[in-house]
Structure formats: structure tokens, C-alpha cells
């Protein structure tokens, strides 16, 4: 197998992004999206206090920081935003 072939993306039909939309909008999901952007926002607001060297700590930052931002991201869909 080709590594091309391997990471060729599949294209989502419009309603299985109607589906993906109404699943992120869905209160119950954005609770617990918001559950867990506010765990690790406060996993980096306390991550000074850890007796970390400093490799260890730029590695959790970078780490705890994509998460936020994935979240972030999954809770910024909106309906009527599927092309």
C-alpha cells in the first residue's frame, strides 16, 4: 500500500455533516466539551507549580494547549455552517 493511499481523505456527504452538526450542538455534548476545556485550562493555569524539568514542562504545555484548542474548536460549530 502506498502511503499516499493510506492517508487519502474520504469526502462527507452533506449529511453526514448534518449529522456530525447536530451531534456537537447538542447541549449535553457541549457540557461535557465544556467540562473538559475547563480541566485542562486549569492543568495549564497550575503546571508552573509542578516540579517539572523545563523539556517535560514545554512538552505538557504543548500537549494540554492542543486539547484546549480542539475543544475550543468543536464547540465553535455552529448550525447552518455545512457546506
Same mark, same amino acid.
Given at each position: 500500500?502506498?502511503?499516499?493511499?493510506?492517508?487519502?481523505?474520504?469526502? *462527507?456527504?452533506?449529511? !453526514? #455533516?448534518?449529522?456530525?452538526?447536530?451531534?456537537? +450542538?447538542?447541549?449535553?455534548?457541549?457540557?461535557?466539551? $465544556?467540562?473538559?476545556?475547563?480541566?485542562?485550562?486549569?492543568?495549564?493555569?497550575?503546571?508552573?507549580?509542578?516540579? *517539572?524539568?523545563?523539556? !517535560? #514542562?514545554?512538552?505538557?504545555?504543548?500537549?494540554? +494547549?492542543?486539547?484546549?484548542?480542539?475543544?475550543?474548536? $468543536?464547540?465553535?460549530?455552529?448550525?447552518?455552517?455545512?457546506?
Amino acid at each position: 500500500m502506498q502511503v499516499q493511499e493510506m492517508f487519502q481523505l474520504s469526502p *462527507l456527504s452533506k449529511t !453526514e #455533516l448534518d449529522v456530525l452538526t447536530e451531534c456537537f +450542538t447538542n447541549p449535553t455534548t457541549q457540557k461535557y466539551l $465544556l467540562n473538559l476545556l475547563r480541566e485542562d485550562t486549569y492543568q495549564l493555569a497550575t503546571l508552573g507549580a509542578l516540579n *517539572l524539568k523545563d523539556d !517535560e #514542562l514545554a512538552k505538557r504545555h504543548i500537549l494540554i +494547549t492542543g486539547r484546549i484548542e480542539v475543544y475550543s474548536t $468543536l464547540l465553535s460549530i455552529q448550525k447552518g455552517n455545512t457546506k
